[in-house]
Every structure is written in structure tokens, then in C-alpha cells.
């Protein structure tokens, strides 16, 4: 069973950068991709960020292009996610997310992290 459990969010003015991680575990993770989602307030979940554990190809939604990182720690079984410059419509709840690499859809998740971003 995967399990997959966040930190790092908090509060964050306009233009500021905060560092979030996933804790991974359950699983040799050789044969997943890694990703994270958002969900605002009112809004759909969506896409941020993902990234292939076996080959380290990543890719992002265009809202975060040029701002966020994604990356992974091999040794640690941990997932991260660098945001820069950050807007105040980056603000949501965070969540790390697993699938196997060949699967449709994420079907693991964790709880979730708030990053609030002021104006």
C-alpha cells in the first residue's frame, strides 16, 4: 500500500518561494510517475506537476511553467516541488500523488497541504 504524506506549505507573500515534499513509501517506486495536484477553494483539482521516477522526465501544467520544480530523491523516496515567484492564484491545497507508470489516472494521494499566498 502506498503512502504519501506531504509538507512543507505555510503562508507566502506575492513573488515568494516555498518548498513542499512528499514522503513516499509502500512501494519501490522504480515503476511510478509522481505528481502534484492542486485544489482551491470552489475549484476543481488540478494538475500542477509530475514527474517519472525511473527516467526524471518531468512535466507541468502552463500555469506553473518557468516557476515550479518537481523533483525526486532517489535514496530518500521523496518528491518535491520548488515554487517560485509565487501568485496569489497559486494558493490551494497541495497534494502529492502516485500511479504506476503505465496506469490511466493517479490513484494514490495524500492528505494534502495549504499554501496560501497573499497580495
Known amino acids: 500500500q502506498v503512502e504519501l504524506v506531504e509538507s512543507g506549505g505555510g503562508l507566502v507573500q506575492a513573488g515568494g518561494s516555498l518548498r513542499l515534499s512528499c514522503a513516499a513509501s509502500?512501494?519501490?517506486?522504480?515503476?511510478?510517475?509522481m505528481g502534484w495536484f492542486r485544489q482551491a477553494p470552489g475549484k476543481e483539482r488540478e494538475f500542477v506537476a509530475g514527474?517519472?521516477?525511473?527516467?526524471?522526465?518531468?512535466y507541468y501544467a502552463d500555469s506553473v511553467k518557468g516557476r515550479f520544480t518537481i523533483s525526486k530523491d532517489n535514496a530518500k523516496y521523496m518528491v518535491h516541488l520548488q515554487m517560485n515567484s509565487l501568485k496569489p492564484e497559486d494558493t490551494a491545497v497541495y497534494y502529492c500523488?502516485?500511479?504506476?507508470?503505465?496506469?490511466?489516472?493517479?490513484?494514490?494521494w495524500g492528505q494534502g497541504t495549504q499554501v496560501t499566498v497573499s497580495s
Open positions: 514527474i517519472m521516477w525511473s527516467s526524471g522526465i518531468t
Open positions: 500523488a502516485a500511479a504506476v507508470a503505465s496506469s490511466r489516472s493517479f490513484d494514490s
Open positions: 509502500g512501494r519501490t517506486f522504480s515503476s511510478y510517475r
